[in-house]
T-cell receptor, first 110, second 117 residues
Framework: RKEVEQDPGPFNVPEGATVAFNCTYS??????FFWYRQDCRKEPKLLMS???SGNEDGRFTAQLNRASQYISLLIRDSKLSDSATYLC???????????FGTGTRLTIIP | EAGVAQSPRYKIIEKRQSVAFWCNPI?????LYWYQQILGQGPKLLIQ????????DSQLPKDRFSAERLKGVDSTLKIQPAKLEDSAVYLC???????????????FGQGTRLTVV
């Protein structure tokens, strides 16, 4: 079983729609989590950290469910510029190892 | 603030040749990561340093890959000899040391795109 698992998609979503991604992790000791965004042929960049209480940044909302070991990302009112691959990341406990999922490819359709 | 610097940006080599990549992390970042990203996949950790010590190299193919960070600042990753399946983007990232108060993110360089023919 992979340490961090994501549905690779692709997700093709009309502009203005709401889209949600889930990610599961296998190591219950993972201490922190992130969502990164990666544009085609570019490096990954931090989209947002994920906190236990859930957090929101504009149109983006991240949730963490430690009991079920999953993380979610919700994008509201999607824009064409949201088209990218979204990578789920878990940080290991004690060693700071950052483990990435395969990524979920999102395409926003005009 | 300067970001993570990597060179070269692109490299094409023949199989069985050797190649080296260089990374200079953000100033003050103790943790340095090397990732391999094959097309269509997420980044896979090859090796992680904290200062000049290795924290994790469990997924580094040690028969052909080596990495060092001698002075705890910049780092080199070497492949010798290269195989066709080593064709990928090699990403370097750095971060501050994690603390309970600060969820430190990793910043990535632009990567080196390696093609082995």
């Amino acid at each position: 079983r992979k340490e961090v698992e994501q549905d690779p998609g692709p997700f093709n979503v009309p502009e203005g729609a709401t889209v949600a991604f889930n990610c599961t992790y296998s190591n219950s000791a993972s201490q922190s989590f992130f969502w990164y965004r990666q544009d085609c042929r570019k490096e990954p960049k931090l989209l947002m950290s994920v906190y236990s209480s859930g957090n929101e940044d504009g149109r983006f909302t991240a949730q963490l469910n430690r009991a079920s070991q999953y993380i979610s990302l919700l994008i509201r009112d999607s824009k064409l510029s949201d088209s990218a691959t979204y990578l789920c990341v878990a940080r290991g406990f004690g060693n700071e190892k950052l483990t990435f999922g395969t990524g979920t490819r999102l395409t926003i359709i005009p | 603030e300067a970001g993570v610097a990597q060179s070269p940006r692109y490299k094409i080599i023949e199989k069985r040749q050797s190649v080296a990549f260089w990374c200079n992390p953000i100033s003050g970042h103790a943790t340095l990561y090397w990732y391999q990203q094959i097309l269509g996949q997420g980044p896979k950790l090859l090796i992680q340093f904290q200062n000049n010590g290795v924290v994790d190299d469990s997924q580094l193919p040690k028969d052909r890959f080596s990495a060092e960070r001698l002075k705890g600042v910049d780092s080199t990753l070497k492949i010798q000899p290269a195989k066709l399946e080593d064709s990928a983007v090699y990403l370097c990232a750095s971060s501050l040391v994690f603390t309970a108060k600060v969820n430190t993110e990793a910043f990535f360089g632009q990567g080196t795109r390696l093609t082995v023919v």
